[in-house]
């Protein structure tokens, strides 16, 4: 099983839209698929027109009660997000695990909740470097952060790597010395626009780095993923469609196995 999370600084990067098509995409590859949303905004959540207030991620935090798997797709279940988990992570503040409770979670119901059937657990975070965001690098084999064409963007780029070695610094067992933190963190060129400056100096800036895995284009299909609650790879089923956009069906198709390819080794 990989554990990976979404994660960034900045938001209105596409963290969530990119998320959710990764998953579906792992899913339509036979691959089982846990969804974990730890957004208080819960879009990932909602994308699968689901809105519980009970079981969710809420329970994780709280050590208490109980935490729903729901199946929402075939190969995909979703442990939901909750809306006031903002609030929640300021309750825990001054507990001195507050960053180990989805750690100590997953330990305790990898058998009974059949945590060890899943072959993906995709983690979709808020954009800061808070307590659930804390919690879901402990827990992850691999970070994937997009990074954008603008102003601020490659920036936020430089802010999460420091910001993740000070966390791994300080999040390590007394006894053996070695951190918790053990995720790799890997980049996603995204948005990217052909004809535009900020796009071609990112992918100047970014070209040559080894933790970068993609460059992946803007494009009206992504936004629609979300917005019709469709995702790419089932919008590749419609075969007009794909017709219209074989070239990045395709790109996207490779774009994800190579993703893939990278975290498994």
Not at 38 to 48: A, E, M, P, R, S
Not at 190 to 216: G, P
């Amino acid at each position: 099983m990989k554990i990976i999370t979404f994660s960034a600084i900045k938001g209105g990067v596409g963290k969530t839209t990119l998320a959710y098509n990764y998953g579906e995409w792992l899913a339509s590859k036979g691959k089982q698929v846990l969804f974990i949303d730890l957004d208080h905004q819960c879009n990932l959540t909602q994308t699968y027109d689901v809105f519980n207030n009970e079981g969710t991620v809420a329970n994780i935090f709280r050590g208490k009660g109980d935490v729903a798997l729901l199946n929402v797709k075939e190969n995909i279940d979703l442990i939901p997000g909750y809306l006031r988990l903002d609030r929640l992570e300021k309750e825990l503040e001054t507990k001195a695990y507050k960053d180990m409770l989805l750690y100590m979670w997953l330990e305790d119901n990898y058998d009974d909740k059949g945590i060890e059937k899943y072959d993906y657990v995709i983690i979709d975070c808020h954009p800061d470097f808070s307590t659930a965001t804390r919690n879901a690098i402990i827990v992850s084999h691999a970070v994937l952060s997009p990074v954008i064409p603008s102003e601020h963007g490659y920036q936020a780029k430089f802010n999460l790597q420091e910001r993740l070695e000070e966390f791994k610094a300080e999040a390590f067992d007394f006894k053996t010395r070695e951190s918790y933190v053990t995720a790799e963190l890997f980049f996603l060129g995204n948005m990217i626009k052909h004809n535009t400056k900020s796009s071609k100096e990112l992918v100047a800036s970014l070209k040559n780095e080894e933790n970068v895995l993609a460059m992946i284009p803007q494009k009206e299909l992504f936004n629609r993923s979300t917005l019709d609650k469709v995702s790419l790879s089932d919008m590749m089923r419609d075969k007009e469609l794909t017709r219209g956009n074989k070239a990045f069906f395709k790109d996207i198709d490779f774009t994800f196995q190579k993703i893939t390819d990278r975290i498994s080794l």
